[in-house]
């Protein structure tokens, strides 16, 4: 699933290229949006700016609307030139300008909102740890201080209603650099502890979103070694919580000929490959 780092990267090329833009036109690609009658309600309109609230995306407009989008698990966004064919597989919607297009794939939540309606599940967001009014280590600690003291620390951070922006991966990684035991309960967090969570969080989705590539806390000793992460494993999904602690326990026992790597663009990372398809000349923004 798209994290926070994923939104962030989105809104910002977005913005970039379609800030202050008059739409041309307004493309359906998905009878579930005939209802909502978004060419009509947009027609003339001007993108105003595009954001990003912890895994969703606020496409605002001159006349106060609201396109709200989450991508689930499978959505995406692509950023094109409005010169080229536009790609209609899984095309859920399409924002025309006279020199790009935002086109939002397969889904799955996508719905425009009138000036001054609230939408739903935005209220009950907890910190963006990537807002820049934000301090991730202090409102990461205060948010856990108040959750369930019972509830394993890899559920509460990935609750969007404690902190926005952490999935599986991030939480992964976030915790075994932090050298905090996934099943350890809320409430036998330090302070310190839950303050180093929530900025190695941000640190790494900051990262994210800055170069576009999958999340690197790990090089390899083996240069023919594919892994790049402590908690994941490669080409699947996140270790289960007991494989990710074994190994966290593991960690501390020994001195693994493993080398953490705290930022993607260390020099002596190989640099992550980033969204950009350079065959297609799009962006992928994924």
């Not at 990003?52 to 989450?70: E, N």
């Not at 976030?174 to 929530?198: H, N, Q």
């Amino acid at each position: 699933m798209p994290e926070g780092q994923v939104s962030y990267r989105n809104a910002t090329r977005l913005s970039a290229a379609l800030a202050g833009r008059e739409l041309v036109r307004v493309e359906i690609g998905h009878p579930a949006l005939a209802t909502q009658d978004i060419p009509g309600r947009l027609a003339g309109d001007r993108i105003k700016i595009v954001e990003a609230r912890g895994k969703h995306h606020l496409v605002r407009f001159a006349s106060g609307r609201v396109l709200h989008s989450h991508l689930g698990m499978v959505g995406r966004w692509r950023l094109l030139d409005a010169e080229r064919p536009l790609p209609r597989g899984d095309l859920w919607l399409a924002l025309v300008t006279e020199r790009h297009v935002a086109a939002q794939y397969r889904g799955p939540r996508l719905r425009l909102y009138e000036p001054g309606r609230p939408i739903p599940g935005l209220a009950g967001l907890g910190p963006d740890l990537l807002a820049p009014d934000v301090d991730p280590g202090s409102a990461t600690a205060v948010r856990l201080a108040a959750a369930d003291p019972d509830r394993p620390v890899v559920d509460a951070i990935a609750d969007q209603r404690v902190v926005a922006g952490i999935g599986n991966a991030y939480r992964s990684e976030t915790l075994f650099l932090c050298g905090v035991d996934p099943f350890r309960p809320v409430g036998a967090l330090s302070d310190a502890e839950a303050r180093a969570i929530g900025a190695t969080a941000a640190a790494l989705l900051a990262d994210g979103a800055a170069s576009g590539g999958p999340i690197t806390t790990y090089r390899s000793p083996d240069p023919r070694s594919r892994e790049r992460t402590w908690g994941i494993r490669e080409g699947g999904p996140p270790l289960p919580a007991m494989r990710h602690a074994r190994r966290l326990r593991s960690h501390r026992r020994r001195q693994p000929e493993r080398v953490l790597v705290p930022r993607p663009a260390s020099p002596d990372v190989a640099t992550p490959s980033t969204s950009c398809d350079e065959r297609d000349k799009d962006w992928h923004l994924r």
